[in-house]
């Protein structure tokens, strides 16, 4: 497993779709994941610090599972199958490891809220993680330790589900990237 942080929320200019940037925590590989507009400003309302008068929904489930006696460990991006991103939080209960599947995004709206480490399967990285170019902000090609790209070891028909991916992330405004809200 890989240690990421929350980079940002990136939104499509072509079709207004969301995209949380997760970073490597010790290099500098990302893992673009797509969520839905509200699961993208659950994570950015706690992100930003944006008090609101009433819980959100996970809010209210971090709430529900802190008052029924457990605590979220983690969470992990666990697999990425026909173009989908599967995730699971990961709990203690009375001593005991529980894991449940969730959607990415779900479980990281959860994670900036139990402020817990937020993990990725090196399986999952090795298929949809991308390096950015420092200048540009757009997509590298990544090169493995023999000069082979990473993605070598991916099918053909993986590579192929995974273009329209590669288009929207390229549609993405990356200008101000590294820079951060304060």
Same mark, same amino acid.
């Given at each position: 497993?890989?240690?990421?942080? $929350?980079?940002?929320?990136? @939104? %499509? ?15 500098? !590989? ?5 969520? &839905?507009?509200?699961?993208?400003? +659950?994570? +950015?309302?706690?992100?930003? &610090?944006?008090?609101?008068? !009433? ?13 029924? &006696?457990?605590?979220?460990? %983690?969470? $992990? ?9 599967? +995730?699971?939080? $990961?709990?203690?209960?009375? #001593? ?8 990415? /995004? ?7 809220? +139990? ?8 399986? @999952?990285? *090795?298929?949809? /993680?991308?390096?950015?170019?420092? =200048?540009? &902000? ?5 090169? #493995?330790?023999?000069?082979?790209? $990473?993605?070598? =070891?991916? /099918? *053909? ?5 995974? /273009? ?10 990356? *200008?101000?990237?590294?820079? !951060?809200?304060?």
């Amino acid at each position: 497993m890989i240690e990421m942080t $929350i980079d940002s929320i990136r @939104v %499509s200019l072509m079709n207004y779709q969301r995209v949380v940037m997760l970073k490597e925590k010790m290099a500098e !590989r990302y893992l673009p994941i797509w969520i &839905g507009p509200s699961e993208a400003d +659950a994570i +950015a309302v706690k992100l930003q &610090g944006v008090t609101v008068p !009433r819980p959100l929904t996970h809010d209210l489930l971090n709430i529900v599972i802190t008052t029924l &006696g457990a605590t979220i460990n %983690s969470i $992990i991006v666990s697999e990425l199958k026909n173009d989908t991103f599967y +995730a699971k939080i $990961i709990f203690d209960l009375d #001593g005991e490891q529980i894991e449940i599947d969730s959607r990415p /995004s779900d479980a990281l709206a959860l994670a900036v809220r +139990a402020e817990v480490p937020i993990f990725a399967d090196e399986t @999952v990285l *090795d298929k949809a /993680s991308i390096l950015l170019d420092k =200048e540009t &902000g757009k997509p590298v090609q990544q090169e #493995g330790k023999e000069g082979e790209t $990473i993605n070598d =070891e991916i /099918s *053909d028909e993986e590579l192929k589900k995974m /273009s329209a991916f590669h288009e929207f992330i390229n549609t993405l405004d990356l *200008d101000d990237f590294n820079k !951060r809200k304060s």
